[in-house]
């Protein structure tokens, strides 16, 4: 499971690409506190995977947003 922390650190747009890319791998509609309860290992799978699909605009911000998750899970 995913530390609330976590999640709670994220700004609004990083929020809305990772919650983008969970609903488009799971073709589910998850709710943001749903993402709670992703296992880590579902979860880091599916941040390594879409680093290479997220839209070039919006690649900058990806990164910076894996760059806080890495973060604030060796914090934990």
Do not use: G, W
Not at 30 to 52: A, E, G, M, T, W
Not at 54 to 69: A, F, G, L, R, T
């Amino acid at each position: 499971m995913i530390h609330s922390d976590i999640l709670n650190s994220l700004k609004e747009s990083e929020r809305e690409i990772l919650l983008a890319c969970v609903n488009h791998f799971s073709n589910k509609e998850y709710d943001y506190p749903d993402l709670r309860f992703l296992r880590r290992k579902v979860f880091k799978h599916i941040l390594q995977s879409y680093y290479n699909i997220v839209n070039k605009e919006y690649k900058s911000e990806y990164k910076q947003m894996v760059d806080n998750i890495n973060k604030t899970f060796k914090s934990l």
